[in-house]
Protein backbone atom coordinates (compact mmCIF):
# COMPACT_ATOMS: atom_id res chain seq x y z
CA UNK A 1 0.00 0.00 0.00
CA UNK A 2 1.37 3.64 -0.45
CA UNK A 3 1.33 6.00 2.49
CA UNK A 4 -1.88 7.54 0.72
CA UNK A 5 -4.01 4.89 0.32
CA UNK A 6 -2.87 4.18 4.05
CA UNK A 7 -3.68 8.05 4.82
CA UNK A 8 -7.14 7.37 3.51
CA UNK A 9 -8.06 4.60 6.21
CA UNK A 10 -7.09 6.63 8.79
CA UNK A 11 -9.74 8.69 11.03
CA UNK A 12 -10.02 11.86 10.73
CA UNK A 13 -8.13 13.09 13.75
CA UNK A 14 -4.95 12.01 12.02
CA UNK A 15 -5.39 12.95 8.94
CA UNK A 16 -5.29 16.49 9.72
CA UNK A 17 -2.07 16.38 11.49
CA UNK A 18 -0.30 14.41 8.87
CA UNK A 19 2.62 17.38 7.27
CA UNK A 20 5.70 16.38 5.72
CA UNK A 21 8.59 15.37 8.27
CA UNK A 22 6.26 15.03 11.30
CA UNK A 23 6.21 11.71 13.35
CA UNK A 24 2.68 10.43 11.49
CA UNK A 25 4.32 11.60 8.12
CA UNK A 26 7.26 9.16 9.46
CA UNK A 27 5.03 6.54 10.88
CA UNK A 28 2.71 6.04 7.66
CA UNK A 29 6.05 5.89 5.60
CA UNK A 30 6.31 2.96 8.23
CA UNK A 31 3.71 0.87 7.89
CA UNK A 32 3.56 2.01 3.65
CA UNK A 33 7.25 -0.55 3.84
CA UNK A 34 5.84 -3.24 6.12
CA UNK A 35 3.34 -4.06 3.49
CA UNK A 36 5.37 -3.92 0.57
CA UNK A 37 6.80 -7.77 1.51
CA UNK A 38 3.33 -9.03 1.62
CA UNK A 39 1.85 -7.36 -0.97
CA UNK A 40 5.04 -8.08 -3.55
CA UNK A 41 4.28 -12.31 -2.47
CA UNK A 42 0.10 -11.56 -3.40
CA UNK A 43 0.77 -10.14 -6.02
CA UNK A 44 2.24 -12.81 -7.63
CA UNK A 45 0.50 -15.80 -5.77
CA UNK A 46 -0.45 -17.60 -9.11
CA UNK A 47 3.30 -18.67 -9.03
CA UNK A 48 2.96 -20.58 -6.19
CA UNK A 49 0.63 -22.59 -6.68
CA UNK A 50 1.24 -23.46 -10.55
CA UNK A 51 3.36 -26.32 -10.56
CA UNK A 52 5.52 -25.61 -12.99
CA UNK A 53 6.43 -21.98 -12.09
CA UNK A 54 6.50 -23.04 -7.49
CA UNK A 55 9.47 -23.02 -5.86
CA UNK A 56 11.16 -26.38 -5.61
CA UNK A 57 10.18 -26.59 -1.74
CA UNK A 58 6.71 -26.06 -2.57
CA UNK A 59 6.42 -29.00 -4.81
CA UNK A 60 6.41 -31.42 -2.15
CA UNK A 61 3.52 -29.25 -0.72
CA UNK A 62 1.05 -29.46 -3.87
CA UNK A 63 1.61 -32.69 -4.28
CA UNK A 64 0.19 -33.68 -0.98
CA UNK A 65 -2.80 -31.49 -2.26
CA UNK A 66 -3.41 -33.85 -4.91
CA UNK A 67 -3.23 -37.03 -3.48
CA UNK A 68 -0.12 -37.75 -4.86
CA UNK A 69 2.12 -37.82 -1.67
CA UNK A 70 0.86 -42.12 -1.86
CA UNK A 71 3.66 -42.49 -3.79
CA UNK A 72 6.56 -42.20 -1.73
CA UNK A 73 6.85 -44.13 1.98
CA UNK A 74 8.97 -43.71 5.13
CA UNK A 75 12.09 -44.43 3.35
CA UNK A 76 11.07 -43.10 -0.21
CA UNK A 77 10.19 -39.52 0.85
CA UNK A 78 9.70 -36.93 -2.81
CA UNK A 79 11.65 -34.33 -4.35
CA UNK A 80 13.69 -31.99 -2.27
CA UNK A 81 12.41 -33.41 1.28
CA UNK A 82 16.02 -35.40 2.04
CA UNK A 83 16.01 -38.60 3.18
CA UNK A 84 16.68 -40.31 -0.50
CA UNK A 85 19.77 -41.80 -2.03
CA UNK A 86 19.88 -40.47 -6.04
CA UNK A 87 19.54 -43.64 -7.40
CA UNK A 88 16.68 -44.95 -5.28
CA UNK A 89 14.38 -47.14 -7.98
CA UNK A 90 11.24 -45.28 -6.80
CA UNK A 91 12.82 -41.66 -6.84
CA UNK A 92 10.09 -38.87 -8.37
CA UNK A 93 12.29 -36.16 -9.86
CA UNK A 94 10.67 -32.51 -9.48
CA UNK A 95 10.06 -32.22 -12.84
CA UNK A 96 7.98 -35.41 -13.29
CA UNK A 97 6.41 -34.73 -10.28
CA UNK A 98 5.83 -31.21 -10.90
CA UNK A 99 3.89 -33.25 -14.75
CA UNK A 100 2.08 -35.41 -12.10
CA UNK A 101 0.27 -32.54 -10.09
CA UNK A 102 -0.44 -30.63 -13.41
CA UNK A 103 -2.29 -33.67 -14.57
CA UNK A 104 -3.56 -34.52 -10.96
CA UNK A 105 -7.65 -33.87 -11.59
CA UNK A 106 -7.59 -35.31 -15.61
CA UNK A 107 -5.53 -38.18 -13.42
CA UNK A 108 -8.01 -38.78 -10.98
CA UNK A 109 -11.17 -38.50 -13.23
CA UNK A 110 -9.25 -42.11 -14.93
CA UNK A 111 -7.70 -43.59 -11.94
CA UNK A 112 -8.73 -47.45 -12.21
CA UNK A 113 -8.78 -47.52 -15.79
CA UNK A 114 -6.22 -48.57 -18.29
CA UNK A 115 -6.25 -45.21 -19.95
CA UNK A 116 -5.73 -43.66 -16.64
CA UNK A 117 -3.45 -46.22 -15.52
CA UNK A 118 -0.99 -45.83 -18.65
CA UNK A 119 -0.90 -41.93 -18.73
CA UNK A 120 0.05 -42.24 -14.84
CA UNK A 121 2.67 -44.42 -16.21
CA UNK A 122 4.08 -42.09 -18.63
CA UNK A 123 4.03 -38.99 -16.83
CA UNK A 124 5.29 -40.17 -13.40
CA UNK A 125 7.82 -42.14 -15.18
CA UNK A 126 8.86 -39.93 -18.54
CA UNK A 127 9.09 -43.38 -20.54
CA UNK A 128 6.34 -43.99 -23.33
CA UNK A 129 5.14 -47.79 -24.70
CA UNK A 130 3.75 -49.24 -21.62
CA UNK A 131 1.23 -51.59 -22.16
CA UNK A 132 -1.64 -53.43 -20.50
CA UNK A 133 -3.21 -56.96 -21.71
CA UNK A 134 -6.34 -57.49 -19.66
CA UNK A 135 -7.53 -61.15 -18.78
CA UNK A 136 -4.52 -63.08 -19.52
CA UNK A 137 -1.33 -64.18 -17.82
CA UNK A 138 2.05 -63.37 -19.30
CA UNK A 139 1.86 -66.94 -20.58
CA UNK A 140 -1.29 -66.22 -22.37
CA UNK A 141 -3.54 -68.17 -19.97
CA UNK A 142 -6.91 -66.81 -19.36
CA UNK A 143 -7.39 -65.67 -16.37
CA UNK A 144 -10.15 -63.35 -15.40
CA UNK A 145 -10.08 -59.75 -13.23
CA UNK A 146 -5.87 -59.95 -13.92
CA UNK A 147 -3.85 -58.15 -16.16
CA UNK A 148 -0.79 -57.50 -17.40
CA UNK A 149 1.77 -54.50 -17.63
CA UNK A 150 4.23 -54.64 -19.78
CA UNK A 151 7.34 -51.95 -19.35
CA UNK A 152 10.08 -50.42 -21.96
CA UNK A 153 12.91 -51.90 -21.17
CA UNK A 154 14.42 -48.20 -20.37
CA UNK A 155 11.89 -47.99 -17.07
CA UNK A 156 13.33 -51.26 -15.83
CA UNK A 157 15.28 -48.83 -12.79
CA UNK A 158 11.90 -46.88 -12.53
CA UNK A 159 10.45 -50.50 -11.49
CA UNK A 160 9.28 -50.20 -7.43
CA UNK A 161 7.67 -46.81 -8.71
CA UNK A 162 5.73 -48.26 -11.58
CA UNK A 163 4.68 -51.12 -9.16
CA UNK A 164 3.90 -48.42 -6.46
CA UNK A 165 1.79 -46.59 -9.55
CA UNK A 166 -0.12 -50.08 -10.70
CA UNK A 167 -0.77 -51.23 -7.01
CA UNK A 168 -2.62 -47.60 -5.66
CA UNK A 169 -3.99 -46.74 -9.61
CA UNK A 170 -5.50 -50.67 -10.29
CA UNK A 171 -9.08 -51.42 -9.20
CA UNK A 172 -8.91 -53.56 -6.14
CA UNK A 173 -10.27 -56.82 -6.93
CA UNK A 174 -7.99 -57.22 -9.99
CA UNK A 175 -4.22 -59.04 -9.35
CA UNK A 176 -1.55 -58.01 -12.23
CA UNK A 177 1.90 -58.96 -13.37
CA UNK A 178 5.07 -56.63 -14.76
CA UNK A 179 6.57 -58.27 -18.50
CA UNK A 180 9.58 -56.27 -20.22
CA UNK A 181 8.67 -55.46 -23.49
CA UNK A 182 12.07 -56.16 -25.82
CA UNK A 183 14.44 -53.81 -25.96
CA UNK A 184 14.21 -52.02 -29.17
CA UNK A 185 17.95 -52.01 -30.02
CA UNK A 186 17.60 -55.63 -29.16
CA UNK A 187 15.49 -56.43 -32.03
CA UNK A 188 17.86 -54.43 -34.69
Known sequence: MKPNSIEALLPDVF???LEP???TSALLDVMAAMQAPAEALLGRVDETFNPYRTPDRFVDFLAT???LDRLWTAHSKPYGSGGREPGQNNRIDSGRLRELIAHASYLSQWRGTVKGMLLFLKVA???QGFEIIEGKTRDN???PFHFVVRIPAAAKPKLMLIKTIIEQEKPVYTTFEIDYLPD???GE
Open 65 to 67: WVD
Open 184 to 186: EAE
Open 125 to 127: TGF
Open 141 to 143: TQK
Open 15 to 17: RRT
Open 21 to 23: GTP
